[in-house]
T-cell receptor, first 112, second 114 residues
Framework: GNSVTQMEGPVTLSEEAFLTINCTYTATGYPSLFWYVQYPGEGLQLLLKATKADDKGSNKGFEATYRKETTSFHLEKGSVQVSDSAVYFC???????????FGTGTKLQVIP | DVKVTQSSRYLVKRTGEKVFLECVQDMDHENMFWYRQDPGLGLRLIYFSYDVKMKEKGDIPEGYSVSREKKERFSLILESASTNQTSMYLCASVTTSQGNYGYTFGSGTRLTVV
């Protein structure tokens, strides 16, 4: 079956530090891949997506590249801000299927 | 801006009450979902619907039912609320007519059962 594995949190960084949150997946075929962000007390928001191998999704300074050979979709940001403190979820959806499979989430805390 | 709206942000209900959580989307999406989110357990799918009057069980349907009488509205029903149903409930929708480009989520309903 499909599964998503992401690094355990929490991750604590100082402002302006470089961020990497690792995500690997298992799926048949070629799924679409997503990163969602959840700010405290809110629902999830789609942060970025990639629909085929070697695609790079990007938004708000965050990037992730769909790596088919390593089945990975790591989230990166060059310089984090306090406002980036949130929980980040990696997820996948198989082509033609409605359901999205989520990782367990990684909490990021950025300190001034 | 496209939206998924959940009727309540916070609810407090008593054990044994019948509870209705409402979700409305304005994107003409055919698929709608109910998840619950608990610390350490991530998101767990309760039920989903891929069309009006159609529903399928997710991973944890026990103690819940759903209703989808109109395309834009998907209701989650707790038949007899229990304290172990205290949780954050998230509604989401997606269209797959041209591929799955990711869910749109509502803001969530934090339900406390006392």
């Amino acid at each position: 079956g499909n599964s998503v594995t992401q690094m355990e949190g929490p991750v604590t960084l100082s402002e302006e530090a470089f961020l990497t949150i690792n995500c690997t997946y298992t799926a048949t075929g070629y799924p679409s891949l997503f990163w969602y962000v959840q700010y405290p007390g809110e629902g999830l928001q789609l942060l970025l997506k990639a629909t085929k191998a070697d695609d790079k999704g990007s938004n708000k300074g965050f990037e992730a590249t769909y790596r088919k050979e390593t089945t990975s979709f790591h989230l990166e940001k060059g310089s984090v801000q306090v406002s980036d403190s949130a929980v980040y979820f990696c997820a996948l959806a198989r082509i033609g299927y409605q359901k999205v499979t989520f990782g367990t989430g990684t909490k990021l805390q950025v300190i001034p | 801006d496209v939206k998924v709206t959940q009727s309540s942000r916070y609810l407090v209900k008593r054990t044994g009450e019948k509870v209705f959580l409402e979700c409305v989307q304005d994107m003409d999406h055919e698929n709608m979902f109910w998840y619950r989110q608990d610390p350490g357990l991530g998101l767990r799918l309760i039920y989903f619907s891929y069309d009006v009057k159609m529903k399928e069980k997710g991973d944890i349907p026990e103690g819940y039912s759903v209703s989808r009488e109109k395309k834009e509205r998907f209701s989650l029903i707790l038949e007899s609320a229990s304290t172990n149903q205290t949780s954050m409930y998230l509604c989401a929708s997606v269209t797959t007519s041209q591929g799955n480009y990711g869910y749109t989520f509502g803001s969530g309903t934090r339900l406390t059962v006392v």
